[in-house]
């Protein structure tokens, strides 16, 4: 439950402390005395939005300090999920610098605006004057339901399961998008591939079929020069070879006669070897020219197919077509891909879209077997809230689609009067029906989901005399088993409370500041009976202030 709350530098606040010692606790003053301002600062510690205006002094931060009691609560998967340490007291700060900036804690550890708001949800429950919009709202119509039928964990499961579920859709519909781009490209960077598969494409490969071509296109010529070579070196009487061989045969003679004539036998001997050698690879190759008229087509085919790939493809080299055709079989492969991720996917969907629509049925169910006894519930709460002849019902319909709330299509239907028909609450509830209404659901809901705390900021809108004497008693009982505050303005409703709060403000200084007090037994009879009055209570006030505690 709330234990304390610290305010500095807020709206009209200066600053201000106060303590909720638990039970009923109502808060009274005056219009514009700034009631809801506490309301509004505990909601920034809860996480709610801030901004600059909310400083009263501008070169001054503002601070607001929420302490909780958390003894009972399971709030160990919240402490663990955000790696801080469990305690029974947990101290929510946060923090508006004079440049706007928004700062929050939770025991003097820096955590996030949405962790403070889903921890908030588990502490306390505001209400505020203008909540009764809820009660138009699917999400509270189905928490009310939910929280009656014992729903709320298996609910929290399914939506859950809905989110992976819708993820997995958008997922897939992704994948299909490409599938169906891919299927329009794909027959395209078939033939692409296929085309670059079949020109057999080789690294330096153009280099080699355009000398093969230019050999073939001059067979002939290069024929009649390497037969007229050889025969020049070893062809005839008269040729190089026989000469040499000469030459070198009266060199030998000259060896006798000096090492030095030696040496130019043996370098004219190697030359005769060599070219002797060359003559006989000479014939080799003259002998494996042919003019083959056929291979030469066959060739230039193979060029210019070579020539036109690379011109289509705009690049200039063999190994540039190379990485095109590598990037081609992979897209190739990522659309075979595609198509195992999609089957899979379908596969994961199938199997979760069974499971939420079993749980979604079974959600259905309890919700259907809860009905009844809420509206009997909120049937006799309404009649002890003078509404004798009001009539409440819950209409659910199935739908065949699920959705994040499950198969159920859900409206709170509503009569005030005898012999009225049922329809929805904005068409037929006036402000304090409506109050009353939410006064009762919100009863019948905080029992259910268990909040240690909640807090009713005019609750009694639009009722007066019985009916909030009455609206009173429904606190004060509430008050037994949790934590209950209650801003209001009727008198009947302010003498149920086991501790009383009173809000005032004061011009000084040239500016207003509100300030908040706990009223000692006196006062609270003198603030009661001003309440019944005026600002100067009567006598009669007085006497009818103590009647009204003496009688709660």
């Given at each position: 439950?709330?234990k304390?709350?610290?305010i500095s530098?807020?709206a009209?606040i200066e ?7 638990g039970?009923?606790?109502?808060i009274t003053?005056?219009t514009?005395?700034g009631k809801s301002i506490f309301l509004e600062?505990l909601?920034l510690?809860l ?5 600059l ?5 501008k ?5 607001v ?6 003894d009972?609560?399971?709030l160990?998967?919240?402490?663990e999920?955000h790696?801080?340490?469990?305690d029974?007291t947990?101290?929510l ?7 706007g900036k928004?700062?929050?804690f939770?025991?003097?550890?820096p ?6 708001k889903?921890l ?8 505020s004057?203008h909540q009764?919009?809820l009660l138009?709202q699917?999400?509270f119509?189905?928490e ?7 729903n709320?964990?298996d ?5 859950s399961?809905?989110?992976k ?6 997922v897939?519909k992704n ?5 169906a ?5 794909l027959d395209y ?7 670059l598969?079949d020109?057999?494409?080789k690294?330096?490969?153009l280099?080699l079929?355009?000398?093969e ?6 067979a002939e010529?290069?024929?009649?020069t390497l ?7 070893n ?5 190089i ?6 030459v070198?045969?009266?060199?030998n003679?000259l060896?006798?006669y000096?090492?030095n004539?030696a ?8 030359i005769?070897?060599d070219?002797?050698?060359l003559?006989s690879?000479l014939d080799?190759?003259?002998?494996d020219?042919?003019s ?5 087509e066959e060739?230039?085919?193979k060029?210019?197919?070579l020539n036109?790939?690379?011109k289509?493809h705009?690049?200039k080299?063999e190994?540039?077509?190379?990485e ?5 079989e ?5 659309f ?7 089957n899979t ?6 199997v979760?879209?069974?499971a ?7 959600i259905?169910?309890?919700r259907?077997?809860a009905i009844s006894e809420?509206?009997?519930q909120v ?6 809230l003078?509404m004798q002849n009001?009539?409440f019902?819950?209409e659910?319909?199935q739908?065949n689609e699920?959705t ?6 859900v409206?709170?239907?509503f009569s005030?009067?005898?012999g009225?028909g049922?329809?929805?609450l904005h ?7 409506l109050?009353r209404?939410?006064l009762?659901?919100?009863a019948?809901?905080?029992s259910?989901k268990k909040l240690?705390s909640i ?5 009694d809108?639009?009722v007066s ?6 609206i009173g008693?429904i606190?004060?009982?509430?008050g037994?088993?949790m934590q ?7 008198p009947?409703?302010a003498s149920k409370g ?5 809000v ?6 040239a500016?207003?500041t509100s300030?908040?007090k ?6 609270r009879?003198?603030e009661i009976a001003?309440?019944?009055s005026?600002?100067?209570?009567t006598q009669?006030?007085l006497?009818?202030?103590k009647?009204?505690l003496?009688a709660?």
């Amino acid at each position: 439950m709330l234990k304390n709350l610290y305010i500095s530098n807020f709206a009209l606040i200066e600053e201000m402390e106060v303590s909720f010692p638990g039970n009923l606790t109502v808060i009274t003053g005056e219009t514009g005395a700034g009631k809801s301002i506490f309301l509004e600062a505990l909601s920034l510690a809860l996480g709610n939005r801030a901004d600059l205006s909310s400083l009263q002094n501008k070169n001054k931060k503002c601070i607001v300090e929420a302490e909780f009691n958390v003894d009972g609560l399971d709030l160990s998967e919240f402490f663990e999920e955000h790696d801080l340490d469990v305690d029974s007291t947990i101290l929510l700060r946060r923090e508006i610098s004079t440049d706007g900036k928004s700062r929050s804690f939770l025991n003097d550890t820096p955590v996030s605006l949405n962790a403070l708001k889903v921890l908030s949800q588990k502490l306390i429950d505001i209400h505020s004057q203008h909540q009764t919009l809820l009660l138009n709202q699917t999400n509270f119509q189905l928490e009310l339901l939910d929280a009656f039928a014992g729903n709320l964990k298996d609910f929290a499961d399914y939506k859950s399961e809905f989110g992976k579920l819708n993820k997995l859709n958008n997922v897939l519909k992704n994948l299909k998008e490409q599938e169906a781009q891919a299927k329009k490209d794909l027959d395209y960077y078939q033939f692409l591939f296929h085309e670059l598969q079949d020109a057999d494409i080789k690294t330096n490969g153009l280099k080699l079929i355009e000398e093969e071509s230019l050999a073939l296109e001059n067979a002939e010529t290069i024929k009649s020069t390497l037969l007229n070579a050889a025969n020049s070196l070893n062809g005839g009487e008269t040729n190089i070879l026989s000469l040499l061989g000469l030459v070198k045969q009266n060199l030998n003679s000259l060896s006798k006669y000096g090492n030095n004539y030696a040496v130019f036998f043996e370098r004219l001997n190697s030359i005769y070897i060599d070219l002797k050698d060359l003559t006989s690879e000479l014939d080799n190759a003259e002998a494996d020219v042919q003019s083959d008229a056929a291979k030469l087509e066959e060739v230039n085919l193979k060029l210019d197919k070579l020539n036109r790939l690379l011109k289509k493809h705009n690049v200039k080299s063999e190994s540039e077509l190379l990485e095109i055709k590598e990037d081609l079989e992979k897209k190739l492969t990522q659309f075979e891909s595609i198509e195992s991720e999609i089957n899979t996917i379908q596969k994961q969907i199938d199997v979760l879209l069974a499971a939420c629509k079993k749980l979604a049925k079974q959600i259905s169910e309890t919700r259907l077997n809860a009905i009844s006894e809420i509206e009997t519930q909120v049937k006799i709460s309404l009649s002890d809230l003078s509404m004798q002849n009001a009539n409440f019902k819950i209409e659910i319909n199935q739908s065949n689609e699920l959705t994040a709330n499950g198969i159920d299509q859900v409206k709170f239907l509503f009569s005030a009067n005898k012999g009225s028909g049922l329809n929805e609450l904005h068409k037929v509830a006036s402000g304090g029906e409506l109050s009353r209404l939410m006064l009762c659901l919100k009863a019948l809901l905080a029992s259910r989901k268990k909040l240690p705390s909640i807090i009713f900021d005019e609750i009694d809108t639009g009722v007066s005399g019985d009916v909030a004497d009455k609206i009173g008693n429904i606190l004060f009982k509430m008050g037994e088993s949790m934590q209950v505050v209650a801003i209001t303005h009727l008198p009947q409703m302010a003498s149920k409370g086991n501790h009383h709060l009173f809000v005032y403000k004061n011009d000084d200084n040239a500016k207003t500041t509100s300030y908040i007090k706990e009223l000692t037994a006196e006062e609270r009879i003198n603030e009661i009976a001003k309440m019944l009055s005026t600002s100067k209570p009567t006598q009669t006030a007085l006497k009818n202030a103590k009647e009204l505690l003496n009688a709660s």
